[in-house]
C-alpha cells in the first residue's frame, strides 16, 4: 500500500491501537452497508426523508429523540462494560491507561448529553403537547433544528473513537489537564465542539417548551390543572435555561485556548483553570436536575394512574419542583470543596446543598402516600417507580453525607461518590425514563412492550444495580480512588471489584432483555386499540394510539385537573369526541429539510474546528448563516389541512362524534 | 410560527422593523468594546475595572432586554415578569458568588 496511505491509517484511523478499533471500524461499515442496503431495496429513501429526516412533528421528533437516546445508551454501557472489565482483577492490562482514560471520558459525556438529555426531551416531545392540548410545539421548526443539532453533535462526538482519538481528560475535562500543551491531538477538541453544539440546540429546546406550556395550554387549564409531568418540564426548561449558557462560555473559551492560543485557562500567561472548574459546575449541578425534574414528573403521572388516585399534595409537588429548580442554582461549589474557597464558601454551599434535600424528600412522601390505600398494578411503569424509591432514598442519604464539606475532603473524588452518583442517576434519571418509556410507549406506537420479558430485564437490571454500585461505596472508604485504571493486589480491593464487576455484567443483561422486549413486542405485543391502554387520567389517553399528526381534532375545554380521569367517572368521554361540524381546517407548519442541513452545516463547522483546518470550519458556519437567511426570508412555511381530510382521519379512528 | 387553535398570530405581537436590531446589535458591539478597552490595556485597578465591568454587563442585559426581547411590549399575565426577576437573580447570584468563590478569601486572609 502507498506510504500516504499508511501514515493517514496510522495517525487518523489508528490501525496500530490493537482489535477494538478495528473490530468497531468493521462493525460501523456493516451496520452503514447494511442500513443502505435495506433502505435502497425496501424503496425506503423517500419515505425516509419525507416522514422523518424533513418532518417537523413533534411526535416523530420524539421518536427520533428516543431512539438515539437508547442507541447512546448502549454505547455508554459497553464503554461501562469495557471499564468494569478492565478493573475486575487486580494488575489487568486488559486497556492501556491510555484507552482507559478514553473510555471513561466518553462513558461520562455520552450518558449525560447523548443519552439523559435526549431521553428526557423525547418525552417532552411525545408528551407535553399532547397533555395540555396542543397540536405541536410553539416553534415546530426550531424544535428539529433542536433535534438536528443534538444528532450531528452525537455523531461527531462518536465519530472519535474510529477517526483521530476519543476525549481523554474526562467528562469534566479541567485545564490544565484538557490544554493543548498536556493533551494535544484532536480528542479533546472533540469533546469541545460535540458540546458546543448539542448545547445550542438544548438552550432551544428549554426556550420552545416553556413557550409552549405558557402559551399553548387548551382552553381552561389553568396553570394548576396541568398534569406533573408538565410542571416537571417547566421546571427543568427553567434550569435549562439559565445553566446551558454557562457551560456554552465555559467550553467556548477553553475552545478559544486550544484553538485560537488565547490564555483563558493557562497559567503561565495569567489565565486561571480554576475559573474553568467554576464555570462548568455552574451548569454541571443544575444539569443534574435537569435529566432528573422530568423523571419526577414520570414518576407522578406512573404512581397516580397506577395506583387509581390523585396524587397526594399536588401543590406541594408543584412547590417543590420549583423550589428544586431554584436552590439548584446555589450549590455548585460543592463539586469543589477541596480547592480551597475557605470555610465560610464551603459552609454556604454545604447547607444549600443540603437544603435541596428537603422539597426532595417532600416529593418522595407524597408519591408514597399517593399510593397508600391505592389499588396498586404491578405494570412495567410501576415496577420502576418502586424500584426508584428506596434507590434513590440511599442515593440521596449518601448525597448529604457528601454535602458536609469536611467529611468531603474524605470522600472527595473516591469510588464512594462514584457509587453515590450512579445511585441517583441511574435509580433516578434511567429508571425514571424507563419507566416513561414502558409508560407512554403505546402512545407513540400503538402497542405495549411485553410485561413478561420486561420483568426479566426490570429484576436483572435492579439486582445487577445493586451488586455492581454498593461494593462501590465500601471501595471509596477503602480508599480506592476514581479514574484510576489498575490497582496493586495488595490493597484488600479485589474481592469488591470482582463482585462490582459481575453486577454490570448483569445490568447489562437487563438491557439486552430489554433490546429482546422490544423486537418481541414490535411483532407480538398487545395492540393498544382504546388509546388507554392504562386507564390514563391525563389527556394525550383521550387520544388514539398512535394519535393523528394534528393531535386534536378539536381544541378540548379544561375545566378540572386529571381531566380525562374526571370524564370518566362522570361517563362524559364522549364530548371529547369531535362532531364533524364543529371541525374547522387545522393550520400547520410545513415541513422542511433546513434543519437537517443546518445540523449538517454544523457537522462540517465541528469537524473543521476539530482538526484546526479553519477554512472548513469557517466553511460549515458559513452554512449555517446560509440556512439562517434562508428561514428569515421564507414567508410560505405553513399551510391548512381541510375539514374533509380531517374528518376522514377521524372517522376511519372511529371518532367522530 | 405559532401553531395554535386558528389564531396565527396574536395581538400583541406587532411586526419589529428591522432598525431596531440593528441599533440593538451596534449599541451591544459598542458596550462590549468599551469592556474589552480598559481590560485589555490594563489602565486600572482591579478593584475598581470590575465595578466598571459589572456595570456594563449590567447596560449590555438591559439592551438585551429592550431590543431583542422587546419586555416593554410583553401581553402575557403578570407572573411571566417573575421568570424575568428570577433570571436577574440567577444572573447576579452566579456572577457575584463567583467572585466570591475565586477570590478565595480563606487564602487572601491568609496571605495578607
Given at each position: 500500500m502507498p506510504s500516504g496511505f499508511m501514515q493517514f491509517a496510522d495517525k487518523y484511523l489508528m490501525w496500530k491501537e490493537g482489535p477494538m478499533i478495528w473490530g468497531s471500524d468493521v462493525a460501523i461499515l456493516l451496520v452503514s452497508i447494511g442500513i443502505v442496503f435495506a433502505l435502497t431495496y425496501f424503496h425506503k429513501w423517500k419515505w425516509l426523508w419525507r416522514e422523518w429526516i424533513t418532518t417537523v412533528d413533534h411526535k416523530k421528533i420524539g421518536i427520533m429523540y428516543l431512539i438515539c437516546a437508547l442507541l447512546m445508551l448502549f454505547r455508554g454501557g459497553a464503554d461501562a462494560e469495557l471499564l468494569r472489565t478492565q478493573l475486575a482483577i487486580p494488575n489487568n492490562h486488559f486497556l492501556s491507561a491510555e484507552h482507559y482514560d478514553q473510555i471513561f471520558t466518553t462513558h461520562g459525556t455520552i450518558m449525560i448529553l447523548f443519552m439523559a438529555m435526549p431521553f428526557i426531551f423525547a418525552l417532552f416531545n411525545i408528551v407535553v403537547p399532547l397533555q395540555i392540548g396542543?397540536?405541536?410545539?410553539?416553534?415546530p421548526y426550531l424544535n428539529a433544528i433542536s433535534f438536528w443539532l443534538f444528532f450531528f453533535a452525537a455523531m461527531l462526538f462518536n465519530l472519535s473513537f474510529v477517526f483521530g482519538g476519543s476525549p481523554d481528560a474526562s467528562w469534566v475535562s479541567y485545564p490544565p489537564l484538557s490544554e493543548l500543551g498536556f493533551d494535544p491531538g484532536p480528542g479533546e477538541n472533540y469533546y469541545l465542539l460535540a458540546l458546543q453544539i448539542t448545547g445550542i440546540g438544548s438552550i432551544a429546546t428549554g426556550i420552545n417548551f416553556l413557550a409552549t406550556i405558557f402559551k399553548m395550554?387548551?382552553?381552561?387549564?389553568?396553570l394548576m390543572h396541568m398534569p406533573l409531568f408538565t410542571w416537571s418540564t417547566v421546571a427543568a426548561c427553567v434550569v435549562i435555561i439559565f445553566a446551558f449558557p454557562a457551560l456554552a462560555i465555559a467550553i467556548a473559551l477553553l475552545t478559544l485556548d486550544r484553538i485560537f492560543g488565547t490564555h483563558f485557562f493557562t497559567i503561565l500567561h495569567g489565565g486561571n483553570p480554576m475559573m474553568f472548574v467554576n464555570l462548568f459546575w455552574v451548569w454541571g449541578h443544575p444539569e443534574v436536575y435537569i435529566v432528573v425534574l422530568p423523571a419526577f414528573g414520570v414518576y407522578s403521572e406512573v404512581v397516580a394512574t397506577f395506583a387509581r388516585?390523585?396524587?397526594?399534595g399536588y401543590s406541594s409537588m408543584v412547590a417543590s419542583l420549583m423550589l428544586i429548580s431554584v436552590i439548584s442554582y446555589f450549590v455548585w461549589a460543592h463539586h469543589f470543596f477541596t480547592m480551597g474557597a475557605g470555610a465560610d464558601v464551603n459552609t454556604f454551599f454545604a447547607v444549600a446543598s443540603m437544603l435541596v434535600g428537603i422539597p426532595t424528600g417532600v416529593k418522595v412522601f407524597n408519591w408514597l402516600f399517593t399510593m397508600y390505600r391505592g389499588r396498586i398494578r404491578m405494570t412495567l411503569p410501576m415496577l420502576w417507580t418502586i424500584a426508584f424509591v428506596p434507590c434513590f432514598a440511599i442515593g440521596g442519604a449518601t448525597g448529604i453525607m457528601l454535602a458536609a464539606a469536611p467529611a468531603d475532603y474524605q470522600y472527595h473524588n473516591s469510588y464512594f461518590l462514584i457509587a453515590h452518583f450512579h445511585q441517583v442517576l441511574i435509580g433516578g434519571v434511567v429508571f425514571g425514563m424507563l419507566a416513561g418509556m414502558y409508560y407512554w410507549w403505546p402512545k407513540m406506537f400503538g402497542f405495549k412492550l411485553d410485561e413478561r420479558l420486561g420483568r426479566w430485564a426490570f429484576w436483572f437490571f435492579n439486582i445487577g444495580f445493586y451488586v455492581c454500585f454498593m461494593p462501590q461505596y465500601a471501595l471509596g472508604f477503602m480508599g480506592m480512588q476514581r479514574r484510576m485504571y489498575t490497582y496493586p493486589a495488595d490493597m484488600g480491593w479485589n474481592t469488591l471489584n470482582l463482585i462490582s464487576t459481575i453486577g454490570a455484567y448483569i445490568m447489562a443483561i437487563g438491557f439486552v432483555f430489554i433490546v429482546i422486549q422490544v423486537l418481541y413486542s414490535v411483532k407480538y405485543g398487545e395492540r393498544d386499540l382504546t388509546g388507554d391502554p392504562w386507564d390514563g387520567r391525563t389527556l394525550e389517553w383521550s387520544l388514539p394510539s398512535p394519535a393523528p399528526h394534528y393531535n386534536f381534532a378539536v381544541i378540548p375545554t379544561v375545566t378540572s385537573r386529571d381531566v380525562w380521569w374526571e370524564l370518566k367517572e362522570q361517563g362524559?368521554?364522549?364530548?371529547l369526541k369531535p362532531k364533524a361540524e364543529d371541525i374547522k381546517p387545522i393550520h400547520m407548519p410545513k415541513n422542511s429539510a433546513r434543519p437537517f442541513l443546518m445540523g449538517l452545516a454544523f457537522f462540517v463547522a465541528g469537524f473543521g474546528f476539530v482538526f484546526d483546518l479553519l477554512w472548513l470550519g469557517f466553511l460549515g458556519l458559513a452554512g449555517v448563516v446560509a440556512c439562517l437567511i434562508a428561514r428569515a426570508l421564507e414567508y410560505n412555511d405553513d399551510y391548512h389541512i381541510p375539514v374533509h381530510e380531517v374528518v376522514e382521519t377521524e372517522a376511519t379512528l372511529g371518532r367522530l362524534g | 410560527m405559532a401553531v395554535h387553535s386558528g389564531v396565527t398570530?396574536?395581538?400583541?405581537?406587532k411586526k419589529h422593523k428591522a432598525t431596531q436590531y440593528i441599533v440593538g446589535y451596534l449599541r451591544s458591539l459598542i458596550l462590549t468594546a468599551v469592556a474589552f478597552g480598559p481590560a485589555l490595556t490594563h489602565t486600572m485597578r482591579v478593584g475598581p475595572l470590575i465595578v466598571v465591568l459589572t456595570i456594563l454587563a449590567g447596560l449590555q442585559i438591559v439592551v438585551q432586554l429592550y431590543f431583542f426581547m422587546h419586555i416593554t411590549e410583553g401581553d402575557g399575565p403578570?407572573?411571566?415578569a417573575l421568570f424575568l426577576v428570577l433570571g436577574l437573580i440567577f444572573t447576579f447570584a452566579i456572577a457575584l458568588m463567583s467572585v466570591w468563590i475565586m477570590g478565595f478569601p480563606a487564602f487572601m486572609a491568609q496571605v495578607s
Open positions: 396542543a397540536r405541536d410545539v410553539a416553534f395550554r387548551a382552553p381552561g387549564m389553568k388516585k390523585r396524587i397526594f362524559r368521554t364522549d364530548e | 398570530r396574536e395581538p400583541g405581537h403578570p407572573f411571566h
